[in-house]
């Protein structure tokens, strides 16, 4: 890496790490769930019950449904397109509240979908017919791109990678090696092939980055710089599990699974290239800064490394701490 660049992009790391962390929420934890049952062409029968009885008593609109749907008291008619579109649930932001959200149509398809203050929305796609094709492969190869630029975790790696690697071609290679890796544990996980708990792995993830960054700040050789692509095959594994538990809360629609996992995966290699090529020319404009030229050599890297590493090492303590918990 040039020396000019890991300076702008540690402040920018440790200022992004900050505006991302959240202190702890005091709301209460609870439950909710919401029940739609077709019961004629576009007409739906809807109920919605929570644990809160004040949640339940002040709640008197539980979605913000699509355009085409009427709340009729406690029917939803949506017409002859159907329950399609988004459903939004603003009042969860904030909360800790989970919601479960099951949706059965007369043709038979069912949608059962847990949502979260994280992602406080759902996109249908409706019965058997479903929507278009190129929906879905618009909306889970955006949701793909957004969990890499906003999955921290995931962007950090791939920046130390693209720190740790020394030319284009072994960067390539080994951009490659963790995406045949994280496809594999994605796409297996959620066919329902592989099975693991959420919290030792987002811990797993989060020392990953420390590792690779420890690797940065090597002055001598390792295994880690001869065969960068070997660590990246292992730790893809790793990562797609954590891509598998994003993308369960998100779901997936039955009637177009196939094509919604591989753009899903797509999108998530477009997001890792726009990264590395960001990297990349970020390196190259600011190795030309006349200002920065004067800093010893590779201070830049070891800045960011730094930087990576110690918000990663926090992750890592704070993860395991809570995979230990009750």
């Known amino acids: ?113 847990v949502v979260t203050p994280s992602t406080p929305s759902i996109v249908v796609y409706g019965g058997q017919g479903g929507a278009p094709v190129s929906q879905v492969l618009f909306d889970y190869t955006g949701l793909g791109i957004e969990h890499i630029l906003f999955g921290f975790d995931h962007l950090l790696f791939v920046i130390a990678l693209a720190l740790l690697v020394r030319g284009r071609a072994r960067l390539i290679v080994t951009v490659t090696a963790f995406t045949l890796a994280h496809s594999i544990t994605l796409v297996g996980t959620a066919l329902g092939l592989f099975s693991v708990p959420v919290a030792p792995v987002e811990a797993m993830i989060a020392l990953s980055i420390v590792l690779v960054c420890a690797e940065c700040l090597r002055p001598e050789d390792s295994l880690t710089r001869r065969a960068p692509w070997l660590v990246a095959l292992s730790f893809g594994l790793l990562h797609g599990f954590g891509f598998a538990s994003a993308l369960s809360e998100i779901g997936l629609p039955e009637q177009h699974l196939p094509l919604a996992l591989l753009s899903f995966n797509l999108g998530v290699e477009l997001g890792q290239v726009l990264v590395v090529l960001a990297f990349v020319g970020l390196t190259w404009f600011a190795g030309r800064a006349p200002l920065l030229r004067a800093l010893p050599k590779d201070v830049s890297a070891r800045v960011l490394s730094y930087a990576m590493g110690s918000l990663a090492a926090f992750w890592s303590i704070e993860r395991v701490l809570a995979a230990l918990g009750p």
Request: charged fraction near 20%.
């Open 1 to 113: 890496m040039s020396r000019a660049a890991a300076l702008a992009l540690a402040a920018l790391v440790v200022l992004w790490g900050a505006l991302w962390a959240r202190p702890a929420q005091a709301h209460p934890i609870d439950a909710a769930s919401l029940t739609l049952s077709e019961v004629s062409p576009g007409l739906f029968e809807m109920r919605f019950v929570a644990v809160s009885p004040a949640l339940q008593r002040e709640l008197r609109v539980p979605a913000n449904f699509p355009a085409t749907c009427r709340q009729l008291g406690a029917r939803l008619d949506c017409g002859a397109s159907g329950l399609v579109g988004e459903i939004e649930f603003p009042w969860l932001e904030g909360t800790l509240t989970r919601l479960l959200v099951d949706i059965q149509w007369r043709d038979g398809t069912h949608l059962l979908r």
